[in-house]
């Protein structure tokens, strides 16, 4: 059984932004209900150990409103986290790695092309390698998830590369440049009943490869960053598109909702919502569009069992 717990659903910045005045924030900061962490995933096969998918800057926050991911009872020092996948080197997807700086070991799977993010900036260096185990993983290469003693999880993850961008802090320098391993979509199984998803929390486009993949999955996780490619344009809030981001939008032909409508997807739930995107708001034609499509925004701390 695969227990998957949504620990934040907000794109980078998180709802409200702390800088952001535009309407959706103003109404997070009015009805806290609304407000959601950045994005991140926790996966589990036995309940007891835990594999978080990104490392959000709101970790901490999350953990402790997570009584799962809380020591064992009787330890004093402890963490059911056994590991950490990183889909990119984005802010958003490995800042949370500070705060599990304490010295319980866990093993960090990346990309060769993160590993080398977090190797070129030292201050991770607080994630001693002697007890912070970093792995290469490979596209298209399945592989298990490790638990502390080295044994099996029963947790399978195929990586492979999705249409996407290098990270923004990278843009014009010798390390940036868009390449293969950037942006990792990941496919989940539990090994013993073969249950599966999709994590797809940052795409540029859904190609036709991608269609055939995750055509027919019992759930899929999809980048919900905007609801149309000239949003922060528009509302004044910046200057880049979705596309330019490396996010695709909900709406328009060639959006997600669009775009996974016809391929048999049992159950579709968007994270990675920025800020700026009204379908964040319940009462909105965006949210009620959205969910007459079959798909969902999570709440923080949403569980969905496999
Ligand atoms: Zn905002």
């Given at each position: 059984m695969l227990r998957i717990v949504v620990l934040g659903a907000a794109a980078g910045g998180g709802l409200p932004q702390w800088n952001c005045g535009c309407q959706v924030c103003r109404s997070a900061r009015q009805h806290p209900r609304l407000q959601s962490t950045q994005a991140s995933i926790a996966i589990s096969a036995d309940d007891e150990h835990w594999?978080?998918?990104?490392?959000?800057?709101?970790?901490?926050?999350?953990?402790?409103?997570?009584?799962?991911?809380?020591?064992k009872a009787g330890h004093l020092r402890h963490s059911p986290i056994a590991g950490v996948i990183l889909t990119n080197g984005e802010v958003d997807a490995v800042a949370g790695l500070l705060s599990m700086r304490e010295g319980s070991p866990f093993t960090i799977y990346?990309?060769?092309?993160?590993?080398?993010?977090?190797?070129?900036?030292?201050?991770?260096?607080?994630?001693?390698?002697?007890?912070?185990?970093?792995?290469?993983?490979?596209?298209?290469?399945?592989?298990?998830?490790?638990?502390?003693?080295?044994?099996?999880?029963?947790?399978?993850?195929?990586?492979?590369?999705?249409?996407?961008?290098?990270?923004?802090?990278?843009?014009?320098?010798?390390?940036?440049?868009?390449?293969?391993?950037?942006?990792?979509?990941?496919?989940?199984?539990?090994k013993i009943t073969g249950q599966y998803f999709y994590f797809v929390a940052a795409c540029a486009q859904v190609t036709p490869d991608l269609k055939k993949r995750i055509a027919g999955a019992p759930l899929v996780f999809f980048d919900g960053t905007v609801w149309r490619d000239d949003e922060l344009i528009a509302a004044g809030l910046g200057t880049k598109t979705g596309q330019r981001m490396g996010h695709i939008s909900m709406s328009a032909d060639n959006g997600a909702i669009a775009a996974l409508a016809e391929l048999g997807i049992a159950r579709k739930i968007f994270l990675h919502i920025n800020n700026s995107n009204h379908a964040l708001l319940p009462e909105s034609a965006e949210r009620k569009t959205l969910e007459q499509a079959g798909w969902q925004i999570p709440a923080d701390g949403t569980e969905v069992i496999l």
């Open positions: 594999f978080l998918i990104n490392a959000s800057p709101d970790l901490r926050q999350q953990l402790t409103a997570t009584p799962r991911l809380h020591p990346a990309h060769a092309r993160v590993l080398a993010i977090l190797r070129s900036n030292s201050i991770f260096n607080v994630l001693n390698e002697n007890s912070v185990k970093r792995k290469a993983i490979d596209m298209d290469k399945t592989f298990e998830l490790k638990l502390p003693d080295g044994s099996g999880s029963d947790i399978e993850v195929r990586p492979f590369a999705v249409a996407g961008k290098g990270a923004w802090y990278l843009e014009g320098t010798t390390e940036g440049g868009d390449a293969d391993g950037d942006t990792l979509g990941l496919r989940i199984a539990d």
